[in-house]
Structure formats: structure tokens, C-alpha cells
């Protein structure tokens, strides 16, 4: 039976966060939280997660698992707000060790900042297979957009982060560190050979052409119509258009404060001697790297 999906979507970020509980169950995973943030004023606040949590309580499900599908740079994540008020194991893709290496260097994190994914209760390799109260769930690892990306997969349903969006707005950028446009592109060719009819979940959508927002295709959709990738567009052709497409692409507005909070599994840093946690601003770095 397919996965039970309720997709939550935060508009100014552009973020579907995903409840998926197995079908006639009681166990649930929660997927690519939002942290509410405002970067005039460094504050954060709940309201966007809170609905989550009482939509999870209100079903009466237990969350089994607090599931990222890599390291965002475009918002923060709540997943320790989640775990806090609902329990549950936050996860990601082993390769966020690298994430966390290249990021330690970039921001200078303190001494002490592991790079070894512990901020994170379970990471995942590419294959595993874990479970969603009954529901067998498989982890593909997809590396491109970057090092750590995997997609989750339930059945009929998949879930594949920022690799891939909905046909009319194409693919991830590949700019960031760790970022390759081949690597990409062989990744979202083993996405597209899963069933024609598998329902593919995007975690992020930003509405062209002023339609309305969208989170959900299938397989047979986007090998028919993905502007940057669909069927008979060759590894050298995708490479070109990523490249050049990215080279003149922004920088994330909220990359800064959200990779250094994601890659510490939603938490904060730890507060200074006046109790108050920062966030660094690297000067003229960022934009060399991506």
C-alpha cells in the first residue's frame, strides 16, 4: 500500500516538509522541517513546525524518525524542535561528514565542533534499509546539488530533496562545495529509473511563471518533460547548461545561517559566556566557493 503523505509548504522559503505514516498504521517519519527565521533580526521562532506538531498529534501518530535529506542551505531546519516535542531519531546521509568538514573550515567553528555526523542519532549508507513502523524504506544515495543528498524510498513513493524539481523548473544547482553537475546528472538518472508511476516528492518549488505551487510528479513526468533532464538529454549536454546556469545563479540568501545550524542537526551553537548563541559571517569567502 503507498505511503500516507501530508505536505506542509512554507512559502517564503519554498519548503514542502513531509508527515509520511505508514498506511493504516500508527508510526510516521517527519521530513525536511522548517525553523522559522527572520535575518533582519536573528530571530527564530516555531509557528511553521508547531503545525506540524499538532497536525502528528492530532493523528495520534508516534514519529519514528526525523529524516533530512541533506544539509539546506536555503532554510533552517527544525528538526531538534521536533525531536524535543515528539521524539523520535533525526537522520541523515553519511556523507554529511564531508558537509561538516568543509563547513567547520569555511565558518571556523570551535575546536571542539565533531565532524563525524554525531549531532545526528543514525546516518544512513546508500542501499539501507530501515523501517517506518512497517513500512520498508530504502536510502539512495544522490550526490550532485551536494556530497550528502540521498532520496528516500517507500514503495511507490520517493522523496529526492533538491536534485530534482518539478519539470518546469528542472534541477539543483551543483556550485556549492562538494558540488558536481556529472555527478548530478547520474544521479537523477538513477532516480528516473525507478517505476514510471513512482510519485517523486520535491522538498523545495518556487512557482514559475507565477503558477501555482507544486511539490509532487511521477518518474513518466519528469523523463517526459524536466527541462534540464528528461529523456535524451546526454550527460554533456546536462553538464553545459548546469555550469553556465549556475554561474550566474545567487548566492542563497539564508545559506550563511542555515548550513550552520543544519550541519548540527538543528541545534544552536553553543551560547557564549553571556549566554547568547551566535551565528559567523565569513567575509568575502562565500561567494569564491560557490
Not at 536555503?74 to 558537509?99: F, M, N, Y
Not at 534541477?171 to 558536481?180: E, I, Q, Y
Not at 511521477?218 to 550527460?235: L, P, Q, S
Not at 548550513?259 to 542537526?265: D, E, G, K, P
Request: hydrophobic share 40%; proline share 5%.
Amino acid at each position: 500500500m503507498p505511503a500516507d503523505v501530508t505536505a506542509f509548504f512554507h512559502k517564503s522559503t519554498g519548503t514542502a516538509t513531509y508527515v509520511v505514516a505508514e498506511p493504516d498504521g500508527h508510526h510516521c517519519a517527519v521530513m525536511d522541517t522548517v525553523l522559522d527565521y527572520d535575518p533582519r533580526s536573528g530571530c527564530t521562532s516555531t509557528g511553521t513546525a508547531d503545525k506540524v506538531i499538532d497536525f502528528v498529534r492530532e493523528r495520534g501518530l508516534a514519529v519514528d524518525w526525523i529524516l533530512e535529506t541533506h544539509a539546506h542551505a536555503d532554510h533552517l531546519t527544525a528538526s531538534h524542535h521536533i525531536q524535543k516535542a515528539l521524539g523520535g531519531r533525526i537522520a541523515i546521509g553519511e556523507h554529511i561528514q564531508d558537509v561538516q568538514a568543509t563547513f567547520k573550515k569555511l565558518f571556523n567553528l570551535e575546536d571542539g565542533f565533531a565532524t563525524d555526523g554525531s549531532q545526528f542519532d543514525h546516518l544512513f549508507s546508500d542501499g539501507e534499509v530501515f523501517r517506518i513502523g512497517e513500512m520498508e524504506t530504502r536510502i539512495m544515495h544522490t550526490p550532485g546539488h551536494t556530497p550528502a543528498c540521498v532520496t528516500y524510498v517507500m514503495g511507490d513513493t520517493a522523496f529526492v530533496g533538491d536534485t530534482l524539481f518539478m519539470p518546469d523548473s528542472g534541477t539543483a544547482r551543483t556550485d556549492f562545495p562538494g558540488g558536481d553537475a556529472a555527478t548530478l546528472y547520474r544521479s537523477i538518472k538513477r532516480i528516473l529509473t525507478l517505476p514510471s508511476e513512482t510519485h517523486l516528492f520535491m522538498c523545495h518549488d518556487y512557482a514559475p511563471g507565477k503558477r501555482a505551487f507544486a511539490w509532487e510528479t511521477t518518474v513518466a513526468e519528469e523523463r517526459a518533460d524536466n527541462k534540464h533532464v528528461r529523456d535524451g538529454v546526454g550527460e554533456e549536454e546536462f553538464v553545459k547548461m548546469r555550469t553556465e546556469r549556475d554561474n550566474v545563479l545567487e548566492v542563497p540568501a539564508l545559506i550563511i545561517p542555515s548550513l550552520q545550524v543544519n550541519i548540527r542537526a538543528g541545534s544552536f551553537p553553543a551560547p557564549d559566556g553571556n549566554g547568547v548563541s551566535y551565528l559567523r559571517v565569513p567575509l568575502n569567502m562565500l561567494k569564491s566557493l560557490v
